[in-house]
C-alpha cells in the first residue's frame, strides 16, 4: 500500500484526527482491569492468570514497534494504522470465541499476542507523519495523538462497565462485548485509516521548510548505534520508571500513606484519586509536550527529571501530613509521565531528522516495556519487605521513593549529556538519488 499523497490544498489539521481514531481506540488497553473480575468469577481464573493478556500486549506492543518501525517508514502511514485496525480488532474477535467456547488461551492469544501487535504498530503509525506536518510544532502535533491513548481508557472503562452489566458477566455476555468492542474499534479505526495524508516531497507546509524535513536525517540502522539514542532510552526509561511507580500502585499507596492518621482515604476517595491521575496524565501528553515547542525539548526534560525528583522528594519527607501537597505532587508527576511520552517523539526528530523517526521512536519504546516491568517491581518488592519487617503506613514506600529520586538524577545526567549527531551517522544519498539533486538544491546532509 502506497503512502496516500495529500492533495493540492490539504489541511494539515486534518491530521491529527486521523492519529486519535487510532490512538483513542488502542487506549482501551489501559482498561483491561474492567475485563478482569468477570473473567476470573466466570472462567475461575486467579489474578495473575487475568492479567495475561494484557501483560502479553504489552510486551508486544514493545517488540512490534522496535521491529516493525522500519515497516512503518516503509509503507507508511496508511498500511501501518491499516495493520493495526486488522489485529487490534481480530484480537478482540478471537477472544470473544475464547470467551464462548471458555478457551482462555484463545483470549491471551488473541488479546495479548495478535492485539498487542496491533498495540505497537497503531501507537508508532501516526508519528512520523504528523512530524512532517507540524515542523514548527512537533511536540504539539505528537502530544495531541498520543494523548489519544492516555485518553482511550477514559472512554473504553465506563463503556466496558456498561456493555457487562447490559450483557452480563457470564462466558456468553463477555463474549458479546469483546465482539462489540472489535467491531466498534474496527469502523472507529477505520476513519483514520481513510483521513491519513502525507504531504508532498516538494511541498511546503505552514511553519516550516519543504514537508520532507532538512538539515541531519539519520537512519533508524545509524540511530541505535549513536550515544544520543541510548542517552534517550535511559531518559525515557527513567521517566517512565518513576511515573509507572505511582501509577500502578495509587490507589493502596495514597490509602497506606493516611490509614495511620486523622484523615484516612476510603476505597471511594482512592478511586477518586486514581481517575485524577488519569486526567493528569492525558493533560501532561498535550500541555508539556506544547511547552517543548516554546523551550526545546532538553529543557522540558529538565523539568520532568528535576522538579520530578523534587516531588518525589516531598511526597516521601512530608506527603503523610498534607494530602493536598501528596496529591499534587503525584499529580506533578503523573503529568510528566504523560508529557515524557509525547515529548520524546519530537526529540528524537530534533536530533536525527524526520527520515526513518518512526523506525527509530519503535526502538526506542523497548525503554517503556524496561519501565513497565521496573516502577512496579521496586515499588512493590520493596513495600512487601517493609511490610514482612513490620512497618506500615507511608514508611512502606519512603526507601522506594527515594531510589525513584536517585532514577529521575540517572536520567537527568543522561539528558545533559545529548549533544547533535556526528556527521558519520548522518544519511547519505545514493549515487543516483544524489544525481537526481537540482543544481541549485542544497543536499540535505545525510548519514551514512
Not at 82 to 89: E, K, P
Not at 114 to 131: A, C, H, R
Not at 275 to 284: D, I, K, P, Q, T
Amino acid at each position: 500500500m502506497s503512502p496516500p499523497i495529500a492533495p493540492p490544498g490539504w489541511s494539515r489539521w486534518l491530521v491529527p484526527p486521523a492519529a486519535l481514531s487510532v490512538h483513542l481506540s488502542i487506549g482501551q488497553a489501559y482498561a483491561w482491569s474492567v475485563f478482569k473480575p468477570p473473567l476470573e468469577s466466570a472462567l475461575g481464573l486467579s489474578g495473575t492468570q487475568s492479567a495475561l493478556p494484557f501483560q502479553l500486549a504489552i510486551v508486544m506492543l514493545g517488540l512490534s514497534a522496535a521491529f516493525g518501525g522500519t515497516l512503518v517508514e516503509r509503507n507508511g502511514p496508511r498500511w501501518a494504522m491499516t495493520v493495526a485496525l486488522v489485529c487490534f480488532s481480530s484480537g478482540f474477535l478471537i477472544s470473544a470465541l475464547g470467551a464462548a467456547t471458555e478457551q482462555y488461551w484463545l483470549i491471551v492469544l488473541g488479546y495479548g499476542f495478535v492485539g498487542g501487535i496491533g498495540l505497537g504498530i497503531g501507537y508508532i503509525s501516526p508519528v512520523s507523519t504528523l512530524i512532517k506536518w507540524f515542523p514548527d510544532r512537533p511536540g504539539m502535533a505528537t502530544g495531541i495523538a498520543i494523548m489519544g491513548f492516555g485518553g482511550g481508557a477514559l472512554i473504553a472503562s465506563p463503556w466496558s462497565a456498561q456493555m457487562l452489566e447490559s450483557f452480563g458477566a457470564d462466558p456468553s455476555g463477555i463474549a458479546v462485548a469483546f465482539l462489540v468492542h472489535g467491531i466498534s474499534y474496527a469502523v472507529f479505526m477505520t476513519l483514520g485509516v481513510l483521513l491519513v495524508r502525507v504531504p508532498r516531497a516538494t511541498e511546503s507546509v505552514a511553519g516550516g521548510g519543504p514537508s520532507a524535513g532538512q538539515g541531519v536525517q539519520v537512519s533508524a540502522r545509524s540511530a541505535v548505534r549513536t550515544p544520543q539514542f541510548w542517552c534517550l532510552w535511559v531518559v525515557l526509561c527513567m521517566n517512565v520508571t518513576a511515573g509507572i511507580g505511582i501509577l500502578e500502585k495509587a490507589a493502596p499507596m495514597i490509602t497506606d500513606f493516611f490509614a495511620g492518621t486523622s484523615t484516612p482515604v476510603s476505597v471511594t476517595a482512592a478511586a477518586g484519586f486514581v481517575a485524577l491521575l488519569s486526567a493528569a496524565n492525558m493533560a501532561g501528553r498535550i500541555g508539556w509536550s506544547s511547552t517543548s515547542d516554546l523551550i526545546g525539548r532538553k529543557n522540558i526534560y529538565r523539568v520532568y527529571l528535576g522538579v520530578g525528583a523534587l516531588m518525589y522528594g516531598l511526597i516521601a519527607l512530608v506527603g503523610d501530613s498534607s494530602k493536598p501537597l501528596f496529591i499534587l505532587c503525584a499529580l506533578v508527576i503523573l503529568s510528566f509521565y504523560g508529557g515524557g511520552f509525547a515529548t520524546i517523539p519530537a526529540y528524537l526528530k530534533d536530533l536525527f531528522g524526520t527520515y526513518q523517526v518512526g523506525a527509530i521512536h519503535g526502538r526506542l519504546l523497548t525503554a517503556w516495556s524496561t519501565a513497565g516491568v521496573l516502577g512496579p517491581l521496586i515499588v512493590n518488592w520493596i513495600a512487601d519487605r517493609q511490610e514482612e519487617a513490620g512497618k506500615d503506613g507511608s514508611s512502606l514506600y519512603t526507601l522506594s521513593l527515594f531510589i525513584m529520586i536517585g532514577l529521575l538524577a540517572v536520567g537527568f545526567v543522561a539528558n545533559e549529556l545529548v549533544r547533535p549527531v556526528h556527521a558519520r551517522h548522518h544519511h547519505v544519498p545514493a549515487p543516483r538519488e544524489a544525481a537526481d539533486v537540482a543544481p541549485h538544491q542544497p543536499q540535505q546532509p545525510e548519514s551514512a
